[in-house]
């Protein structure tokens, strides 16, 4: 799925913070960096209008409570992880689409591999 027809974006993508999610006792202990890209789907026009940033989505805020959420309680699954950073995005009211990934290339495998993700897209009912 793309973020649908009359929506614009906003990518943040690359966004490194480090937690404690896994379902490893020296996952939860050590800590890993998870690598988190989020996209918005939502209306630029009235922000590119008006340059004012109240009518858009700050993204600095935005990777603040990226951020927040995923230095902060540990969960098992990086499944639960990206429904917690969909559901923010969700909250915000501009927002009516958003695709979170979380890539762990840290992740405990035992063979070469360069990256391990999970990607959630989700819209306003």
Known sequence: MSCPEGLDRIDLTGLRVRGNHGVFDHERRDGQVFVIDVSLGLDLEIAAKSDNLADT???GELAN?????VSGEPVDLIETLVLRIVEACLSLDRVGWTSV???KPEA???VAFSDVAVTME???K
Do not use: C, F, L
Not at 65 to 69: C, F, K, P, R
């Open 101 to 103: 990934t979380v890539h």
């Open 122 to 124: 989700r819209s306003k």
């Open 57 to 59: 989505v700050h993204y």
């Open 108 to 110: 405990p495998i035992e």
């Open 65 to 69: 409570t990226v951020h927040g959420i």
